[in-house]
């Protein structure tokens, strides 16, 4: 996971999905809040998967709980700590929904 300079908070977070990269459905990526119309959670977005990694995927979220999971069809993700953005992430740039 790795902060991303931007007007809002925002993060960009790489997965690696291993041979279920296929049945992960995107629009589950969330992640869950107090408010229990699912409308008001921060999903993902932009998701793009990482070049010459066919199971490697990243995406942005917005205002991230850090210290929440994030809730997925295929089970909940515990979000690693924030790091510096690795070299083949660099090319990933960040525009504004």
């Given amino acids: ?25 995107w629009s589950s990526v969330a992640q869950p ?3 229990p119309d699912s409308s008001y959670w921060q999903v993902a977005y932009d998701e793009q998967q990482v070049p010459n990694s066919p199971h490697r995927w990243c995406f942005f979220m917005h ?5 929440k999971p994030i809730q997925t069809n295929l089970g909940s993700l515990t ?7 690795p070299a083949h992430l660099r ?7």
């Fill in 33 to 35: 809040n107090e408010n």
């Fill in 1 to 25: 996971m790795h902060a991303v300079d931007a007007d809002e908070p925002v993060h960009l977070i790489e997965l690696d999905l291993g041979d279920e990269a296929s049945l992960l459905d």
């Fill in 91 to 97: 090319f990933i740039r960040y525009e504004e929904p």
């Fill in 63 to 67: 205002y991230l709980d850090i210290g």
């Fill in 79 to 85: 979000l690693p700590p924030v790091s510096a953005r």
